[in-house]
T-cell receptor
Framework: TQLLEQSPQFLSIQEGENLTVYCNSSSVFSSLQWYRQEPGEGPVLLVTVVTGGEVKKLKRLTFQFGDARKDSSLHITAAQPGDTGLYLCAGVTYNQGGKLIFGQGTELSVKP | DTGVSQNPRHKITKRGQNVTFRCDPISEHNRLYWYRQTLGQGPEFLTYFQNEAQLEKSRLLSDRFSAERPKGSFSTLEIQRTEQGDSAMYLC????????????FGSGTRLTVV
């Protein structure tokens, strides 16, 4: 069974703090995606990383794909209340029809 | 194209009743996926279609669940004899073959079985 372990599961911080969310697996992924989900809505794609060691930045968000393509991290700098939500990592493995394997999610709360 | 559309957004049903959900993907997307998400968890894969062919079904999909995509466009997911454990958010996503990073999710259908 392919699993993506995401940590931490819950994170409550003050506005302006930095945070990192981790996503780890024993499986190798062809690509890994990060989503943000609001209550009652579907996940919205933030970024896709494809190459081992790849780093992508989206404003205050930095995403990294591990060299072995088994892990990833999301770092948020100077968090804002608008960053509050459920962050999900999801991996695509080879020859699996493109289906996504999701982590358990990280519930982030940023207090003003 | 306004993205992936799912109907209804919410469904409350009595245990034992049948329910059907619909998903309209992005028109040029040939892959369509169904996922189920319970509160506080990540989505779990249920099944996917490539055009009209159903290519994989998860072990989570019991015999009470059936999905179709008759013309390779919209898809339906039916749950027969609903149980309280079926209460969840049912998500649909679509993508293009060969582009394993172009997923678009719908807003989901929230099912509550009472």
């Amino acid at each position: 069974t392919q699993l993506l372990e995401q940590s931490p599961q819950f994170l409550s911080i003050q506005e302006g703090e930095n945070l990192t969310v981790y996503c780890n697996s024993s499986s190798v992924f062809s690509s890994l995606q990060w989503y943000r989900q609001e209550p009652g809505e579907g996940p919205v794609l933030l970024v896709t990383v494809v190459t081992g060691g790849e780093v992508k930045k989206l404003k205050r968000l930095t995403f990294q794909f591990g060299d072995a393509r088994k892990d990833s991290s999301l770092h948020i700098t100077a968090a804002q209340p608008g960053d509050t939500g459920l962050y999900l990592c999801a991996g695509v493995t080879y020859n699996q029809g493109g289906k996504l394997i999701f982590g358990q999610g990280t519930e982030l709360s940023v207090k003003p | 194209d306004t993205g992936v559309s799912q109907n209804p957004r919410h469904k409350i049903t009595k245990r034992g009743q049948n329910v059907t959900f619909r998903c309209d993907p992005i028109s040029e997307h040939n892959r369509l996926y169904w996922y189920r998400q319970t509160l506080g968890q990540g989505p779990e894969f249920l099944t996917y279609f490539q055009n009209e062919a159903q290519l994989e079904k998860s072990r989570l999909l019991s015999d009470r669940f059936s999905a179709e995509r008759p013309k390779g466009s919209f898809s339906t997911l039916e749950i027969q004899r609903t149980e309280q454990g079926d209460s969840a958010m049912y998500l649909c996503a679509s993508s293009l073959i060969g582009q394993n990073y172009g997923y678009t999710f719908g807003s989901g259908t929230r099912l509550t079985v009472v």
